[in-house]
């Protein structure tokens, strides 16, 4: 399957010379709901697989998966406050679909604030669903949804 990426868009694997970029991301999107953005991505890059969506020379998204037996954990993505609306989370969303796809991987998980609205909305156009609710998930305060997406064609 072939993913489509906004024009002169490239997603490419993380590169220590990447992480950088990748925590001003983080602070950007996710300081509202993460006392310490910065320590936390740091450690799910280390722990996971980070790729970095680019146009040019600029760093415009990332997103970090956990693999597990049948299913991967989107642990983080983000996108530069610039670039929203421009297709770039979708492409990181199709890139990281692929990749669970290609190592035969069945479902996506992830958490999001619920009060996150414009990333709760393109996860569900995404084609993931609603699992449950969590309560003052994020600093005992914000509310999350859990969400998964079955992996459509996953080898079986």
């Known amino acids: 399957m072939q993913v489509a990426a ?15 970029s990748i925590v001003r991301l983080a602070v950007q999107a996710f ?11 740091q450690r799910l890059v280390q722990r996971g697989t980070t790729w970095v969506a680019w146009r040019g020379s600029a760093p415009l998204g990332f997103a970090t998966i956990v693999a597990s037996n049948e299913s991967v954990d989107l642990c983080a993505i ?14 990181l969303l199709a890139h990281v679909e692929l990749a669970a796809a290609r190592a035969g991987l069945k479902e996506i998980k992830l958490h999001t604030a619920q009060a996150n609205v414009a990333v709760l909305e393109l996860f569900l156009k995404c084609g993931f669903r609603v699992e449950r609710r969590m309560p003052r998930y994020y600093r005992g305060v914000y509310d999350a949804c859990a969400l998964s997406k079955r992996v459509a064609w996953a080898r079986r």
Do not use: F, H, M, W
Not at 32 to 41: G, K, L, R, S
Not at 78 to 91: N, T
């Open 6 to 20: 906004p024009l002169s868009l490239l997603i490419r694997k993380r590169q220590s010379a990447d992480d950088r």
């Open 78 to 91: 983000a996108v530069d406050e610039e670039a929203r609306g421009r297709g770039v989370g979708r492409a």
């Open 31 to 41: 300081a509202e709901y993460d006392a310490q953005p910065a320590a936390t991505v």
